[in-house]
């Protein structure tokens, strides 16, 4: 009891076999209808998300946001759909046709696969291998190839300009993602997500709050959202490796973002602040899902925040920034979490003392950082640019004197 | 159940065309790609022998984990290479890359 | 025939396809998308060996990885990417000749090997937990492990000389 969705699941299963269809069959079908679900869901909540996001950016800026179609601007999403569905899809001169119109699918898809593991409730979750951690970093290079490819075919000069800073800058904060994506898969020991969050007393964000300040950061920077949102400046490329994109492409391209903000709101969730897990979640999987989605919905909060309030960074700072200071940290964040995950283990102390020594490790590299940087900064020579002072207009010389 | 026999015949088409690759392809990178085809064909040999192999011994899927580090230091190094050798002779076809050629 | 075979089939079709598409398609930019095609095939074919582990590191490494690189580098060379004319040599014949002489000799020494009689047995222990204690214990991979790591570092200091530009 309490968990209605296997219950549903084991009785349209029943079904399918009172009907005289074959084990093997009844259970591709049941799979592939569990895949469609999840697809749609994910698809659905983007709808909302839409105007969840529209409605925080108009706060956070001091204006109402949407407001005019429905009660509080509800419908306004429904309204950009229609807008988006009647577009012409235009194909430009010189594309190529094929990997033009196969690189927006492939974006939503491998957002949309990333679902296929990520556990709703203790027993909801579609696939629960024993290597999801390693699977969402998998799903996750389908979306640089899914870059490149509209990048490239669009033959365009800011296409392809887009698409290479976006391969520079997912294919760099990968390496600080996976790093730190190790350290849950370390304190858990186990890939599977499910393991993760069963193995989640306390949450992880207390035993290792620098890996999920490192897995938050290196996420924003694979969506590419502000402020690492160099991939599709407006002001510098015109849209990045979307520009040329109408209609549905465009739209496609637009909700695997959307959708990928959500992702890494419920992978923060599973990965650091315990899932699906709360009071009463395990008698209750409805309930879980319920505590699953409030806890996606603040990674997902914190992400937009950040996003409205921060500057775009400059593509030296991006690169800098991933290979000065977050891979080196996340190493120092791993291996320091192993050795004194292991000392711990080996003198056998109590899960709450282990915890706080966890979170003394975890401050004390963050101070240490902290100092190192404020030791380096006044050291480091300004870069700044003198221009030469030149008036707005200046007096021709006289000639005839 | 899937024969042994046809991951083998499998593996060994990929192989042949990887070969092929190899061996007719102009341009060096697309030689490079033809090395990742057969690297692969390999790696489909190895584990297809560990399953139906001795289960115990994961002898096939370490060999195939090294291999993986294997093509991407190849990978890495052949690339570079190729960007180095076009910045320098503007060229990456490998028949015109014949300075040692005597 | 059962639903596995039928898998195996499409897959084993989709990626020897893709894999000619590689090694014949004039434009590099489209070779390099079939070869990520063709190791994605691969990777499918790992998961139905079993090795769910290797067909995933299979896509992180060489589709996330390499695949990216070598389109990268295609770019980079753009100029050849634009030149018509053959993407083959002179030789070619040889070689379809040779990898056709390859294949049929594999297939007709794979055949008569006795290798139809390998049986499938089941799981008992999980693939991924042995293959991670084998690789760092010191009585089975440790010093293979440890040099293939000495190799990636090697390659990418290598790299970044040959890489460099003066």
Do not use: C
């Not at chain 1, 291998?129 to 669009?154: D, E, H, K, P, T």
């Not at chain 3, 898998?7 to 990626?15: D, H, L, P, S």
Request: no cysteine; glycine share 8%.
């Amino acid at each position: 009891m309490g968990d209605p969705i296997n219950l549903i699941s084991q009785w349209f299963n029943n079904l399918l076999l009172g009907w005289g269809l074959a084990e093997g069959l009844v259970k591709v079908i049941s799979l592939a209808i569990g895949a469609a679900i999840v697809a749609t869901l994910g698809l659905v909540t983007v709808i909302a998300l839409i105007w969840v996001e529209r409605k925080i950016a108009g706060r956070l800026q001091d204006r109402p946001g949407p407001n005019r179609a429905g009660p509080f601007g509800l419908f306004q999403p429904f309204a950009d759909m229609i807008k988006i569905f009647t577009k012409e899809i235009t194909t430009p001169d010189g594309a190529d046709k094929v990997a033009f119109n196969i690189a927006p699918i492939l974006a939503m898809a491998s957002v949309l696969m990333i679902w296929a593991v990520v556990p709703f409730a203790g027993t909801v979750v579609g696939a629960n291998i024993n290597v999801g951690v390693l699977y969402i970093v998998a799903v996750g290079s389908f979306g640089i190839v899914a870059v490149l490819m509209a990048g490239w075919s669009s033959n365009n000069k800011f296409a392809l300009l887009g698409a290479f800073r976006a391969v520079a800058q997912m294919v760099s904060y990968e390496v600080p993602m996976v790093i730190a994506l190790l350290v849950p898969v370390l304190l858990a020991r186990s890939m599977g997500m499910n393991d993760i969050v069963a193995a989640q007393t306390p949450w992880f964000i207390i035993i290792a709050p620098l890996a999920a300040l490192i897995f938050l950061i290196t996420s924003m920077a694979e969506v590419g959202r502000a402020p690492f949102d160099l991939l599709e400046a407006e002001s510098e490329i015109v849209a990045g490796f979307h520009t040329e994109y109408s209609g549905m492409g465009f739209g496609m391209f637009y909700v695997s973002e959307f959708l990928h903000v959500w992702t890494v709101g419920a992978l923060i969730a599973t990965f650091f602040f315990g899932g699906w897990s709360g009071p009463g979640a395990e008698n209750f999987p409805i309930l879980g899902i319920l505590y699953f989605y409030m806890k996606t919905f603040i990674g997902y909060f914190l992400v937009t925040w950040i996003r409205l309030s921060l500057p775009r960074i400059r593509i030296d700072q991006m690169l800098a920034f991933n290979w000065k200071f977050l891979t080196p940290l996340s190493l120092v964040v791993l291996i320091v979490t192993a050795v004194v995950d292991k000392a711990l283990e080996m003198a056998g102390v109590e899960r709450w003392a282990y915890a706080l020594i966890m979170l003394a490790a975890n401050l004390l590299i963050g101070w240490i950082v902290v100092l190192i940087l404020k030791a380096v900064e006044p050291n480091r020579k300004r870069q700044r640019v003198e221009f030469e002072h030149r008036p707005v207009a200046v007096a021709p010389k006289s000639t005839d004197s | 159940m899937i024969s042994l026999t046809w991951y083998l015949i499998f593996a060994a088409a990929l192989f042949s065309i990887g070969l092929y690759g190899v061996l007719a392809r102009k341009n060096a990178i697309a030689i490079l790609m033809g090395i990742e085809l057969m690297l692969n064909a390999v790696n489909i040999n190895l584990v297809a022998f560990w399953r139906y192999g001795d289960l115990a011994n994961i002898a096939g899927q370490a060999f195939a984990v090294i291999v993986f580090a294997v093509a991407a230091a190849e990978v890495a190094v052949g690339l570079a290479l190729v960007i180095s050798l076009y910045r320098r002779r503007n060229t990456i076809v490998a028949e015109e890359i014949d300075l040692m050629k005597w | 025939m059962s639903g596995v075979e039928i898998i195996f089939i499409i897959v084993a079709i989709v990626t020897l396809l893709a894999a000619l598409f590689v090694v014949t398609t004039p434009n590099l930019v489209h070779a390099a998308l079939w070869l990520i095609l063709a190791l994605f095939g691969v990777a499918a074919t790992f998961v139905l060996l079993n090795a769910t582990f290797l067909a995933v590191v299979q896509v992180v490494v060489y589709i996330g990885a390499i695949a990216v690189l070598m389109i990268f580098a295609i770019m980079l060379t753009r100029r050849v990417m634009e030149d018509s004319g053959p993407q083959i040599n002179s030789n070619w014949i040889l070689a379809a000749l040779l990898g056709l002489v390859l294949f049929v000799g594999l297939t007709f020494v794979l055949i008569n090997s006795g290798a139809a009689n390998a049986s499938l047995s089941d799981l008992v222990v999980d693939p991924v937990e042995q293959l991670g204690k084998e690789l760092v214990s010191p009585n089975a991979y440790v010093i293979p492990f440890e040099l293939a790591s000495v190799l990636l570092l090697a390659a990418m200091i290598g790299s970044i000389v040959i890489a460099w530009k003066k």
